[in-house]
C-alpha cells in the first residue's frame, strides 16, 4: 500500500519536476531596479528613448502604456511583448536595447543585460506583469 502511495505521488509530482518553476517576480522589488539601471537614463521623459519613441520606463503605469506606437508588454505572453523581444535580442540589431552595437539606432550607449535580468522580465511577464 505505501508504494501505491509513493507512485501515485511521483506520478503527480512529474510534471512539474525540473520546469524551472520559479519565485514570483515582484515588479518594485525585481523589475523597476533593473529598469533604473538599464533603461531609465533614456527612457526617463526627457531622454532620447523617450523623445523617440513615447516610452517612459520611470514607474508601472507608464512601462504598461507602452510607446507612442502601443503596449509593449502583453501580460502573461513574454514572446508576444515587445519589450522582452527587444530586450532579449529577438529582433533586428538596429532596435538594440540597451544600445551596445555599432548598429543601433540609439545614439547613446549603455550596458547590455544580464541573462538573468533577461530572464527577470521574461519571468515577470509570463507571470502576469503585475503591479506587485
Known amino acids: 500500500m505505501r508504494s501505491s502511495v509513493v507512485i ?3 506520478a503527480i509530482a512529474a510534471p512539474f519536476l525540473g ?16 529598469l533604473n539601471q538599464y533603461c531609465v537614463q533614456c527612457h526617463d521623459g526627457t ?9 517612459i520606463m520611470t514607474n508601472y503605469d507608464s512601462v504598461m502604456k507602452g510607446t507612442k506606437f502601443g503596449p509593449v508588454v502583453v ?6 511583448s515587445t519589450l522582452y523581444r527587444i530586450i532579449s535580442g529577438k ?8 544600445p551596445t552595437g555599432p548598429e ?20 515577470w511577464i509570463d507571470q502576469g506583469a503585475l503591479n506587485n
Open 47 to 55: 531622454g532620447e528613448g523617450s523623445q523617440k519613441s513615447g516610452f
Open 8 to 10: 501515485i505521488g511521483l
Open 75 to 80: 501580460a502573461g505572453d513574454s514572446e508576444s
Open 91 to 98: 529582433v533586428s540589431p538596429k532596435i538594440d536595447m540597451p
Open 19 to 34: 520546469t524551472g518553476c520559479s519565485k514570483q517576480v515582484s515588479y518594485a522589488a525585481d523589475i523597476q531596479p533593473l
Open 104 to 123: 543601433s539606432v540609439a545614439i547613446g550607449r549603455g550596458h547590455k543585460m544580464t541573462p538573468d535580468a533577461i530572464t527577470a522580465f521574461q519571468q
